[in-house]
C-alpha cells in the first residue's frame, strides 16, 4: 500500500488545514489509519485515527480541534485542523494497518504497516 500525504503548509494561529491521505491499494476502505506528527527535536507521535469501521479516536491535545474521516470512494483519508496552535507545528505523517484499532492500539505506531512521506504543517504565532 503506498500513501502519499498532502495539503500541509504555513498558517497563522488560529487557522485551519485539511491534510489528505491517498492510498493506492483499492480496498482501503479496510484498512485502518493513523495520522501521526513529528516536530523538531521530538519523538514522533499519534494524533488521530480511525478504523476501517469508522471509529474515531484523537490525542487528548487534538480533542475538539481536529476531526478525521475518510472518503472510501476516493481512497482518501482526511485530518481536518482547526483553530491552529504554534505546537502543533510538525511534519505530519499518515499509516495504514489492515487491522482494526481501538484506542490505545490506534494510538501506537507499531500497529501500522504502511506509511506516507509526510507533510510539514506550520503554524505562526
Known amino acids: 500500500v503506498q500513501l502519499q500525504a498532502s495539503g500541509g503548509g504555513l498558517v497563522q494561529t488560529g487557522g485551519s488545514l485539511r491534510l489528505s491521505c491517498a492510498a493506492s491499494e483499492p480496498t482501503f476502505s479496510s484498512y485502518s489509519v493513523g495520522w501521526f506528527r513529528q516536530a523538531p527535536g521530538k519523538e514522533r507521535e499519534f494524533a488521530a485515527c480511525?478504523?476501517?469501521?469508522?471509529?474515531?479516536y484523537y490525542e487528548d491535545s487534538v480533542k475538539g480541534r481536529f476531526t478525521i474521516s475518510r472518503d472510501n470512494a476516493k481512497n482518501t483519508v482526511y485530518l481536518q485542523m482547526d483553530s491552529l496552535k504554534p505546537e502543533d507545528t510538525a511534519v505530519y505523517y499518515c499509516?495504514?494497518?489492515?487491522?482494526?484499532?481501538?484506542?490505545?492500539?490506534?494510538?501506537?505506531?507499531?500497529?501500522?504497516?504502511?506509511w506516507g512521506q509526510g507533510t510539514q504543517v506550520t503554524v505562526s504565532s
Open positions: 499509516a495504514a494497518s489492515s487491522r482494526g484499532v481501538g484506542s490505545y492500539s490506534g494510538s501506537y505506531a507499531g500497529t501500522y504497516d504502511y
Open positions: 480511525i478504523s476501517w469501521s469508522g471509529n474515531v
